[in-house]
């Protein structure tokens, strides 16, 4: 089965600018969140999406926005680029509908780059 | 407030030594708790996880506990490929994802 594919995997972006970021689930998995994760930060819950539906959400400006499409398929859109939101962007997806806790895997990231 | 922590923050190891890394947390309410491996400039890589007190997963040289308050990843004999950062991560009754800053674990031959 083929893993959670990201698009772009660089991205260099100046401030002011907006972005839009993709991701592609494993097949069958209908949940897809994203984070952002900076050295001074970790790895910081963005928001995640089931069923084109927005389930939870990070502490995170407005800038920060997403959706997901009817085949899972996910984007993410940062508005008025910031030098801090400088990060490696990670999506991550999982099965979720079964009951039970359902674990998240991970895609290579994006590596966005605010100039 | 949910927190996740995990010590050492950095860990410096001979090849063959045995040790663990700790992930603490305090959260209303655990759901599970997950444990990830992180190439430098990569994904996290999914290695366990555990739903309740008690439980203990291995792969390979790598085991996981969990108890009610912390758990253990604890790796014997490790290898310089076992070199990564190893992070942890929790999902709340509230249904949010929580990591931990990790831990960067170094093998040296």
């Known amino acids: 089965k083929a893993g959670v594919t990201q698009t772009p995997r660089y991205l260099i972006k100046t401030r002011g600018q907006q972005v839009t970021l993709s991701c592609s689930p494993i097949s069958g998995h209908r949940s897809v969140s994203w984070y952002q994760q900076t050295p001074g930060q970790g790895l910081q819950f963005l928001f995640e999406y089931f069923s084109e539906t927005q389930r939870n959400k990070g502490n995170f400006p407005g800038r920060f926005s997403g959706r997901q499409f009817s085949n899972s398929r996910s984007e993410m859109n940062v508005s008025t680029l910031e030098l801090g939101d400088s990060a490696l962007y990670l999506c991550?997806?999982?099965?979720?509908?079964?009951?039970?806790?359902?674990?998240?895997?991970f895609g290579p990231g994006t590596r966005l780059t605010v100039l | 407030e949910d927190q996740v922590t995990q010590s050492p923050e950095a860990l410096r190891l001979q090849e063959g030594e045995s040790s663990s890394l700790n992930c603490s947390y305090t959260?209303?309410?655990?759901?599970?708790l997950f444990w990830y491996r992180q190439d430098p400039g990569k994904g996290p890589e999914f290695l366990f996880t555990l739903y309740s007190a008690g439980e203990e997963k291995e792969k390979e040289r790598l085991k996981a506990t969990l108890t009610k308050k912390e758990s253990f990843l604890h790796i014997t004999a490790p290898k310089p490929e076992d070199s990564a950062t190893y992070l942890c991560a929790v999902r709340t009754s509230y249904d949010k994802v929580i990591f931990g800053p990790g831990t960067s674990l170094s093998v040296i031959p």
């Open positions: 959260v209303s309410g655990l759901r599970g």
């Open positions: 991550a997806s999982s099965p979720r509908g079964r009951g039970g806790l359902d674990t998240q895997y």
